[in-house]
């Protein structure tokens, strides 16, 4: 079982530099996520997306661009990476968030992010 | 808005010691509240969780019980391993208009030697 596979693992970027982080999930889940996690702050939420064709901005979105053109697929890019982008990327999945018990979410092992 | 406070680490014990890692929260309404586990080199994974007040989570030893009055929600372990080397975040979710998103702590990181 593949779960959620994100790539790339690691990335090293200028100043001013454009990439895209690719997450994909084979459970069908509806809902997708991009967090951030820095030293001392745990995860911050950048995007998410509530299902195929929305998004939606989360606690630290500014900087970031996200689309969900393919309900498997969540791309998030950044146009103009600078340092304080330096982090670990984790992309998350669920199948809802609803007040049931199956709260739960699936999450990639991550993206190391380096911008210099 | 809410927030999750988890006590700092780095926390560091023997094998078979007792573990606690505490965990409190602010939240408007009546969230659920998890315990995230993050072991070396991989994504997070749910441990445990509660959806009501005086609910007990529990999962691979670990224990943590919903506390209303207090608004905490600690991660317990009778007898470590060195396997439980790991991040563990406390995290909760509550509605907020259509979607329901985690807000996490941040994060405590353990280290159990032989």
């Known amino acids: 079982n593949a779960g959620v596979t994100q790539t790339p693992k690691f990335r090293v970027l200028k100043t001013g530099q454009s990439m895209t982080l690719l997450c994909a999930q084979d459970m069908n889940h509806e809902y997708m996520y991009w967090y951030r996690q820095d030293p001392g702050m745990g995860l911050r939420l950048i995007h998410y997306?509530?299902?195929?064709?929305?998004?939606a901005k989360g606690e630290v979105p500014d900087g970031y661009n996200v689309s969900r053109l393919k309900k498997q697929n969540f791309l998030l890019g950044l146009e103009s990476a600078a340092p304080s982008q330096t982090s670990v990327y984790f992309c998350?999945?669920?199948?809802?968030?609803?007040?049931?018990?199956?709260?739960?979410?699936?999450f990639g092992s991550g993206t190391q992010l380096s911008v210099l | 808005g809410d927030s999750v406070t988890q006590m700092e680490g780095p926390v560091t014990l023997s094998e078979e010691a007792f573990l606690t890692i505490n965990c409190t929260y602010t939240?408007?309404?009546?969230?659920?509240l998890f315990w995230y586990v993050q072991y070396p080199g991989e994504g997070l994974q749910l441990l445990l969780k509660a959806t009501k007040a005086d609910d007990k989570g529990s999962n691979k030893g670990f224990e943590a019980t919903y506390r209303k009055e207090t608004t905490s929600f600690h991660l317990e372990k009778g007898s470590v391993q060195v396997s439980d080397s790991a991040v563990y975040f406390c995290?909760?979710?509550?509605?907020?208009?259509?979607?329901?998103?985690?807000?996490f702590g941040s994060g405590t990181q353990l280290t159990v030697l032989p």
């Open positions: 998350a999945s669920s199948y809802s968030l609803g007040h049931t018990s199956n709260e739960k979410l699936f």
């Open positions: 995290a909760l979710s509550e509605g907020r208009g259509s979607a329901r998103q985690l807000t």
């Open positions: 939240a408007t309404g009546y969230p659920s």
């Open positions: 997306s509530v299902g195929e064709g929305t998004t």
